[in-house]
């Protein structure tokens, strides 16, 4: 069974800094690319980065570009968010999701469905100005 946990969520001002992390069992962690969304209270959910299963290349929303950095260590069946930067209009619910196909490749972040693969509870985080 897999099981997708993240954590790391939390309140901060507009400025500050969070990581999430999200750790998964019961699936090849190396041979899957890894992602993270967000769903805002009236908005869609969106995608937000996308890491290969060796971390070598990663994609992210235009809206996150150059504030937050996707990871990951899979020696420890861990990703990581890093978000810097933060401003009132990131607060969401954030979603970590393994993706349900080996090595599958993505060129834009707008090509991760809802059928991506296996998601977590969520962990939410709230910005405030």
């Known amino acids: 069974q897999v099981q997708v946990v993240e954590s790391g969520g939390g309140s901060v001002q507009a400025g500050g800094s969070l990581r999430l992390s999200c750790t998964v069992s019961g699936l090849p962690f190396g041979d899957r690319g890894m992602a993270w969304f967000r769903h805002a209270p009236g908005k869609e959910r969106e995608g937000v980065s996308w890491?290969?299963?060796?971390?070598?290349?990663?994609i992210s929303a235009d809206s996150v570009k150059g504030r937050f950095t996707i990871s990951r260590d899979n020696a420890k069946n861990t990703m990581y968010l890093q978000m810097t930067s933060l401003k009132p209009e990131d607060t969401a619910m954030y979603y970590c999701?393994?993706?349900?196909?080996?090595?599958?490749?993505?060129?834009?972040?707008?090509?991760?469905?809802?059928?991506?693969?296996?998601w977590g509870q969520g962990t939410e985080v709230t910005v405030s100005s």
């Open positions: 999701a393994a993706d349900k196909k080996y090595r599958r490749f993505f060129t834009s972040i707008t090509d991760m469905r809802a059928d991506f693969g296996y």
């Open positions: 890491i290969s299963w060796r971390g070598g290349r990663t």
